[in-house]
Structure formats: C-alpha cells, structure tokens
T-cell receptor, first 115, second 114 residues
Framework: DSGVTQTPKHLITATGQRVTLRCSPRSGDLSVYWYQQSLDQGLQFLIQYYNGEERAKGNILERFSAQQFPDLHSELNLSSLELGDSALYFC??????????????FGPGTRLTVL | DAKTTQPNSMESNEEEPVHLPCNHSTISGTDYIHWYRQLPSQGPEYVIHGLTSNVNNRMASLAIAEDRKSSTLILHRATLRDAAVYYCILRDVYGGTSGSRLTFGEGTQLTVNP
C-alpha cells in the first residue's frame, strides 16, 4: 500500500459526458501528479501540482483540467469524453516539488471506460 | 528527455538472480537513473535510483557502467511476485519541475517461472 488513494476504482460513462477523478496523496506529500495509461500510448505524464499550484504540464488535453485543494487532495476533471479517453488514470505523490530523492508513490488507479 | 532502451521481455526462474539491462547512451551529467516497476493491475512502484556509483536497497541493486551509458537492475533472488514491467527512466533532478515528471518508455516485461 503506497498511501495514495484514488476514487473511484472503476468508472463507466458515455461519450460527451464529464467525470471527476479524485486523489488523496500520502500524508505530508505536497506534490501530486496525474498520469494516463492507455494501450496505444503507454504511461504518460499529464500534470503536476505542488501545494495547490500547477507546476508542470505534459500531454494533457484541453478538455482535461485538474486542481489541488488546500487539504492537498487533487481532482482530475475530464469533459466531453471520447472513446479514446478510455484508460487507466494514475495519481502519484511525492514529498517535494523536485530534487534528488523526490520519489513518486502511485495510487492504484482509476479505470475509465467510455462507451 | 534522454532516451532509454530496454529489451521488451525477459524470463527468469524463481530463486535465481535477474539482470535487467538498460541502455542510455545520450545520458547527461545531471541525469539520475531511476527504476520503477508495475505489477499486474497496480500502479508503478519505485525500485531504486543512482547517479554514478552502484546502489543497493532492500528491493534490488543498481549497477551503473563507468561511462554511465548503460545500467543493470539486479534482483538477487527472483520471486513470483517480481513478475512485472520494469521501467528504466532518466531524470534530471536538477532540472526543476521538468525533472520531476517520469517519462515512461515501454519497459521490460519480466516473467518469473516457478
């Protein structure tokens, strides 16, 4: 158990809908990261938040947004869903913004299926 | 990001050592070598990291070539639970937030035979 929790575990929805994925980081960790894992693209970094602020962006679509709240939990919002958004979404946390030893601890993921 | 090359798959027998290679010929001086693994139906898990010297921890050992263009993750006695995809990742930990993200390649699928 990494200490990172994600809800829900599974989500099935229809094209065009909007969903929210939730992540609670390990106690004391200030950085939260979101990754997407699909069969054709592999594991891809989406976005990083540190202490409530967005700090790095990867291959995140404009239809996707995220935020980190004062209690440090984070939410990933996916809108206007398409079939291709079906994937595993992982959240990870780390103690600091960057630097040596700032290893990431991953949650169990949310499996999103868009029908 | 500097690129890594790993074999697509490897097999081992239980209780035997496993050497997982990684080539990173374009590694820069500030790139740390990280290994993560992903067990079936789980999120990735940190294994080990190093810069120049060989490193050991409770999970594995990391052997780094003198020129740093390759490295080897060593599992001393493979167990069935070690069956996973192993990712070799370079991170410029001094590169600010760009050094925070993990850039995953395809990794090596390790199969452990009983």
């Amino acid at each position: 158990d990494s200490g990172v929790t994600q809800t829900p575990k599974h989500l099935i929805t229809a094209t065009g809908q909007r969903v929210t994925l939730r992540c609670s980081p390990r106690s004391g960790d200030l950085s939260v990261y979101w990754y997407q894992q699909s069969l054709d693209q592999g594991l891809q970094f989406l976005i990083q938040y540190y202490n409530g602020e967005e700090r790095a962006k990867g291959n995140i679509l404009e239809r996707f947004s995220a935020q980190q709240f004062p209690d440090l939990h984070s939410e990933l919002n996916l809108s206007s869903l398409e079939l291709g958004d079906s994937a595993l979404y992982f959240c990870a946390s780390s103690p600091r913004l960057a630097g040596v030893g700032n290893e990431q601890f991953f949650g169990p993921g949310t499996r999103l299926t868009v029908l | 990001d500097a690129k890594t090359t790993q074999p697509n798959s490897m097999e081992s027998n239980e209780e035997e050592p496993v050497h997982l290679p990684c080539n990173h010929s374009t590694i820069s001086g500030t790139d740390y070598i990280h290994w993560y693994r992903q067990l079936p139906s789980q999120g990735p898990e940190y294994v080990i990291h190093g810069l120049t010297s060989n490193v050991n921890n409770r999970m594995a050992s990391l052997a780094i070539a003198e020129d740093r263009k390759s490295s080897t993750l060593i599992l001393h006695r493979a167990t069935l639970r070690d069956a996973a995809v192993y990712y070799c990742i370079l991170r410029d930990v001094y590169g600010g937030t760009s050094g925070s993200r993990l850039t995953f390649g395809e990794g090596t699928q390790l199969t452990v035979n009983p």
